[in-house]
Structure formats: structure tokens, C-alpha cells
């Protein structure tokens, strides 16, 4: 234990010498350093330094600083700035640094609820980045997606902010809104997403049987792989069994991952022949292979469903599926995040979370940056993946922007035929907007209000959560019954 403490703190004390240097070696200051007995410093030597001649080196970086600075600075500020600084040379979005609050925030967001938008955030290229938002949460439901970068919150630029202060700015009480403006990859418009915060509950496992041709098929979505997700999923899948399914559906879309141990449990029930679920390679290149204890396959096929949402977790589970069980996976590609990270507490309540491993698929391979294929492609309808409409003055004709792509997407999606989808406001989007706006019984203009945007953006949501316009889903039912109509 003492020397893991001990260890803790050359790391806290190398990361501070690491960013004293970088100050003091700043070609913009003054060019002549003054030492703290006022003497001018040696050139910089070219020769690797020692351990103890590094922690000598930080000493002196830090009794300059502390004494000579022109403004006080706290040795907190300094500590806390020089491991921020360490792991921003990283370059990994997945490792941070969490002070008290924010660590607290974090184990809180990994119990039975709390208060918030419901998305996973990283930093990504210095901006703060949607990773995925949690189903049907407030995020979701306000059109976020992975990879949107948020550039300003409130209307309040966070560039500089570090992730979990970023964070502290989203989260808030219940039923307050935040707007998110954000950058999106294809738009060439910042986005602004208002979003209304509410209590998120972690229910990480739900379970139900659809009835389709005579057959059951059970489907268990999993939201996030928490301290109880295996425990909940298998007792789901045992009532699931007691009822006689013919066949069963794991969705992981929209789900960000979580513990490992909750992904390796859940394999260990559905991976069948003693097959590989995951293996975890270390910076030397050793791994360990985690293999299922399930002998027999079960006595139903199995069908897993991603997009490009699933991450980490989700993501082994579904290599899983596909490599160790040979089971289908249907949906997107998704995220690509092949890193496991555990959180080191530093002593005062802060807590480092960093990347220790790299987890290989049941076949060995690596998915950072690539994510797991599936093996049946299918896209959700094009309004599934549409900007919100936030209007503040009506869209007219001869206007061109990614709102109108997005209410032309839509008014199609609706069966409104706008002809085009490039963002264009011309003749034939006129005659589709004054069409929806006669069925809905609106002013009829043909322009686009904010009232007539309102209303096209809840029908669109209605559409979205009605089960049979979920392409995923009811491909992955058909495949499934296929699957048990040919096992039988």
C-alpha cells in the first residue's frame, strides 16, 4: 500500500516539474531565467536526466515559482495545472483528472440516477465531445449525437475549461434548459441545441417479449454496464427463458459502456463453447484472455443490435456476439473506443481515471478508432439522424441553411415530397411546408415558423419512437425468426 502511495506521488510530483518547465522554458518571457539566488541559468543540457536529477529539477522549478512569481499562487493550483497538463501531452480524450467535486459528480452519475442531460462527454482535440447520448434522454430527445463537439454553453464560449468543469456547466436541477451550441461534422453551421435537463434514471437493463408469427422474441436492452447491469441481465434473461422465447435480442444502441467486469458477466451467460469474450493487452504487450465458462450454446439464436453510439463496453460485448458466439449483429458501426480505464484516488479526494489497458475483440483485434462492424448493416430512416429545428424568425423562400436540410428531411420523412434536401428553400419546399401546415390545421403561409417547426419536429419524434419505423429493430426481429424457424 505504501508504495502504491509512493508511487502516486512521484507521478504528481514528475507531472509538476513537467509543467514548471514548460513556463520557465516559454520563448515569449524574458530571455535571461533568474535563479532564486539571482544568478543566470546554464543552458539547458541535451543529456537524459536521472530520476533524482528530475525531482532536483522540479524542486528548483518550484521554488522559483513559489517565490518569485510576480502573483501568489497556490501550491493546489499548481499540483491540480501540472497533472492537467501531463495528460493533455496524452492525447487520450479518456484520460482525466477529477477534482473532489467532480469526482463525487462522477461516482454519483454511476448510481441509480441523477440530474443532467444524459450523454457521455469526452475531450476529443480539445473540444468537449458527445461520445453518446443515454436512450431516451433528454439528450437524445434534443437530437445530440455522437462526435457533436460543444463549442459554446449558455452562450458562453468553454474553450479552456477542462472536461468535468465543461461538465459542471452542463449538469443543473431538474426541468431547467441548457443550450448547447454545437459543431457537427457535415454542417457548416454551428448548431444551437437547447435541452432540458431532467433526473436520469440508471434502469441499465429492460426486458420484454414481442410476440411476432407465433414466436417469442425476447429483447433486453441494456443502457450502461453499472455495478448491478450482469445481476439485472440475468435475471431478465431468466424470466425471458421461463416464458420459452424462440429467439433473443440484445440491444446495446445509445449505450456508452461502463464497468468491465458488468460486460464480461453478461458475456459469460450468452458466449457459448468456453469462447473468448474479451482480452486485455497492457502497455508491454501481455494479455489475459477473459473466456466464457458456457458450455452449450443456447437453445435460441441470438441477435445483437448497435449504432454508432455503442461504445467501449457495448462495443466488446458486440465483437462477442459476433467472434466468439457467431452470432449476428445488426445496425451501425460503432464508436471505436478500445480502451479500459480505472480510477486511481490521489489522497484529498481528487482521482485520476487513465488508460491502463487496451481490450481486444475475442479474436484479437483492435477497434480504437474503428469500431465493431456489424454483420447487417441497416441505417434508421434519415430523420432519425436531423438537426432540431430552433427557430427564432421564419425560414422563407430563397433561404438556404442546415435548418431548412433538416425540416425538408423531415417534411419527407412525414410524406411531405420537398424534391430536394440540400437546404434550399425553393418552390416545391413552399408547397411541402404549406401542405403540413393545411393538415395540421396551422396558418398556412408556406413559410417555415416557429410553430409550424414545433409541431414538424414532434411528429418527427412520435415517428421516431413508433416500433415499426425502427429499421434496426425490425430487421434484427426478422432475422432472429428466421434464425429459430431454421433451428427448429
Known sequence: MKRKQSLIVCVALVALGAYLFFFLSDQGGMSNAVSPTGGSEEAASSVELTDKELLEKFEKALTIIQEQYVEEVSDQQLIEGAIEGMLRTLEDPYSVYMDQETANQFVESLGSHFEGIGAEVSMTDGKVTIVA????????????????????????????????????????????????????????????VPVERDEIPIETVRSEIIEQNGKKVGLLEI??????????????????????IDGL????????????????????????????????????????????????????????????ASASASEILAAALIEGGGYDVVGETTFGKGTVQQTI???????????????????GNDINGEGVKPTVEVRQPDYF???????????????????????QIMLKGLGFETGRTDGYFDGQTKQAVLAFQQTHELEATGDLTKETAD??????????????????????????????????
Not at 430563397?398 to 425540416?407: C, G, L, P, R
Not at 409541431?455 to 428466421?482: F, K, Y
Open 385 to 407: 439522424y436531423t438537426t432540431p429545428l430552433t427557430l427564432e424568425e421564419p425560414l422563407t423562400a430563397d433561404m438556404m441553411n442546415e435548418q431548412i436540410k433538416s425540416a
Open 345 to 363: 484516488r490521489l489522497g484529498d479526494g481528487s482521482e485520476l481515471k487513465l488508460s491502463l489497458f487496451r481490450w481486444l475483440t475475442s479474436d
Open 223 to 244: 443502457t450502461s454496464f453499472s455495478e448491478d447491469t450482469a445481476e439485472r441481465f440475468k435475471e431478465s434473461l431468466s424470466s425471458l427463458e421461463a416464458e420459452g
Open 133 to 192: 447520448p443515454f436512450r431516451e434522454s433528454p439528450a437524445e430527445r434534443a437530437g445530440l449525437q455522437p462526435n457533436d463537439k460543444i463549442i459554446e454553453i449558455d452562450g458562453e464560449s468553454i474553450e479552456g475549461l477542462s472536461l468535468y468543469e465543461a461538465v459542471l456547466k452542463i449538469r443543473g436541477e431538474q426541468g431547467t434548459t441548457v443550450r448547447l451550441t454545437i459543431e457537427r461534422a457535415g454542417s457548416s453551421e454551428l448548431i444551437e
Open 455 to 488: 409541431l414538424l419536429q414532434q411528429q418527427i419524434l412520435e415517428n421516431v419512437r413508433e416500433r415499426e419505423n425502427d429499421r434496426q429493430l425490425q430487421t434484427a426481429i426478422e432475422l432472429v425468426l428466421e434464425q429459430a424457424g431454421t433451428s427448429r
Open 249 to 308: 435480442l440484445i440491444d446495446v444502441r445509445g449505450n456508452p459502456g461502463g464497468y468491465l467486469d458488468a460486460v464480461e458477466e453478461i458475456g459469460d451467460l450468452v458466449i457459448p463453447n468456453e469462447q473468448p469474450i474479451v482480452q486485455i493487452e497492457n502497455r508491454n504487450g501481455e494479455k489475459v484472455r477473459y473466456v466464457s465458462s458456457l458450455k452449450e450454446p443456447k437453445p435460441y439464436p441470438i441477435v445483437g443490435i448497435t449504432d454508432g
